[in-house]
């Protein structure tokens, strides 16, 4: 069913519970690593490159979606599908879960038959249907490869950090909604951003809410009202102003004259 270099790790501090699956598994065979909490689970994920990944969505020390986020944002283990294992999951939780980049979830206790189905599947979908984004992570890992480098953990925490900012443009987090999330401390999250994109936190948002605008502006013909509510600006003078010091135009004279390229620039 798997191939015979299928390599699994289980995150769940509580494996003995899990040991009729891991035993299941590893009959097959499949290599099985097992960790005890998100940072030794993400840790393991970076050096051993498993396959796939099982993983208890509460986990102690970084919790499932901080740690997926984690793995999402590190090109040497984007591509890993990750699949939740919860006892109890609202729905909330569990989009929470799969918008950080898991593929799954499976209810505690777990059916060890339902649980090799899910893995069969999403193995065998990660191998034939390679997504345009996974393509680009690969590309971007190859990057760094041939320039002899690795992504290091401010630039992970950058792009993981990057990719919350990314789901709540209309309403920024604060650092310290973003320090809570990814548990690490807030002085972490503003060096990350200033190693790795050379801004601060409130200038990369700023940033993004304008190129954002500009698209908006280019590539669709929302009215103004819509594209200010789109980016999350309180009034449209606001915005406008806030615009013209970035861009160097008003929205209506950028509608008018600019092309993507252009806004490609910043």
């Avoid at 969505?57 to 793995?71: E, H, N, Y």
């Avoid at 990057?143 to 990057?162: E, T």
């Avoid at 951003?193 to 954002?212: A, L, N, P």
Wanted: glycine share 4%.
């Amino acid at each position: 069913m798997f191939k015979q270099s299928s390599h699994v790790l289980v995150v769940d501090d509580n494996a003995a519970k899990l040991h009729s699956l891991i035993d299941a598994l590893r009959r097959y065979p499949c290599r099985v690593t097992v960790a005890g909490d998100g940072v030794q689970g993400y840790a393991q994920a970076v050096s051993m490159v498993p396959d796939i990944i099982l993983m208890e969505a509460s986990i102690p020390r970084r919790d499932g979606v901080t740690t997926t986020r984690l793995l999402k944002a590190n090109p040497d283990t984007a591509h890993i599908p990750v699949i939740f294992l919860t006892a109890a999951a609202s729905l909330e939780e569990r989009l929470n879960g799969l918008r950080a980049g898991a593929v799954d979830y499976l209810l505690k206790p777990v059916q060890v038959e339902e649980v090799i189905e899910k893995l069969r599947i999403h193995l065998a979908l990660r191998k034939s249907l390679p997504s345009p984004a996974l393509a680009t992570i690969v590309a971007e890992a190859q990057n760094f490869s041939k320039a002899g480098q690795r992504m290091d953990s401010a630039q992970v925490l950058q792009r993981a950090a990057a990719s919350i900012i990314q789901e709540r443009l209309t309403e920024p987090p604060r650092i310290s909604e973003l320090a809570a999330q990814l548990a690490v401390s807030e002085r972490r999250i503003m060096a990350a951003f200033k190693s790795s994109v050379g801004m601060s936190v409130f200038e990369y948002i700023r940033r993004e809410r304008m190129r954002k605008a500009a698209r908006l502006l280019i590539q669709t013909d929302l009215s103004m009202l819509d594209i200010v509510a789109e980016v999350g600006y309180s009034s449209a003078a606001n915005f406008s102003t806030a615009f013209r010091q970035f861009w160097g135009k008003t929205p209506s004279a950028f509608r008018e004259t600019q092309t993507y390229d252009d806004m490609c620039s910043r």
